[in-house]
């Protein structure tokens, strides 16, 4: 009964991760602007670790059941 909200929280996470890391990707590869009025290079690394963290908690609620 607890796998249901284990898996939609997974597949949440899941999915905003992969595509934030598909996003940041495509915006480094055409050089453009990750987030607007912040350094190049700290919006990069904070996008690449929320995408990150995003696919690790997603392993963790799969993990779950």
């Known amino acids: ?3 249901g909200p284990a898996i939609f929280a997974g597949t ?3 999915l905003f991760g992969a595509g934030l890391l598909v ?3 495509a ?3 055409h050089r453009a602007p990750v987030a607007y009025g912040v350094r190049p290079a700290t919006s990069v690394t904070l996008a690449t670790l929320a ?3 995003s696919l690790v908690l997603a392993a963790w609620c799969f993990g779950r059941f």
Do not use: H, I, N
């Open 1 to 3: 009964m607890e796998s």
């Open 12 to 14: 949440t996470f899941a």
């Open 23 to 25: 996003w940041t990707g």
């Open 27 to 29: 915006r480094v590869l």
């Open 51 to 53: 995408g990150t963290v």
